[in-house]
């Protein structure tokens, strides 16, 4: 699954700011990485489900450094309305002082105020990750047809007590994923693969 997650187009010394409101709460996550789609699958399994990234951000900037002293400011700013984790994040992933509560408007001005300021790209996260998956195509079509091929291995030699079905599980999450950020599946992916989808248990 990594191979499908990690890019490889990101610019060397480049990092990103990222806010990350909760889909169904009224709470977000501020941080930083040089790897943002890694970040997004360490905090939530299913990020693409438990974010909104509609309305998430990405600020784009040259240097970590940048990045860190950026996301210090938005957190010292707002340190009254610190929040715990939510409960859905692991706990080795969620970090204990980056979680802010009802302050999506104020943090989301201060965003787009820097990226003014400093000329730097300000990304809605959900257009970012497509942009990110339509850079793959070529590995993400390659890499269903081999998950496919190891669920029909799986289903016509393994016994039922044997099986893992984490092939299916590896498929329907690249799907799934592909689907939330508005990729056009039929142009991305074989038929037998959206055919699987179609029919596949649930």
Known sequence: MEEFIQPRTLGRGRSYVYMLPC??????KIGFSREPLLRLRTLHPRFFDY??????????VERVAQARAIERDILLRHAPERSPAPLAVPD??????EW??????EVTARLREVAEREACPLHVLRNWVRQMFDAQSDRLYD????????IEYETFNVPEALSTRQAARSLAYVLDACEAVGI????????AVLAWRK????
Not at 23 to 28: E, G, H, N, V
Not at 51 to 60: A, K, T
Not at 199 to 202: C, L, Q, S, V, Y
């Open 199 to 202: 029919f596949a248990p649930g």
């Open 143 to 150: 890499l269903s047809l081999k998950l496919l091929e190891a």
């Open 51 to 60: 974010f909104d990234l509609e309305r998430g951000l990405l600020l784009e």
């Open 100 to 105: 802010l509560r009802g302050v999506e408007p």
């Open 92 to 97: 080795q992933a969620a970090g204990y002082t």
């Open 184 to 191: 056009d599946m039929t142009a991305r992916f074989p038929q």
């Open 23 to 28: 889909r169904d709460q009224d709470l977000l």
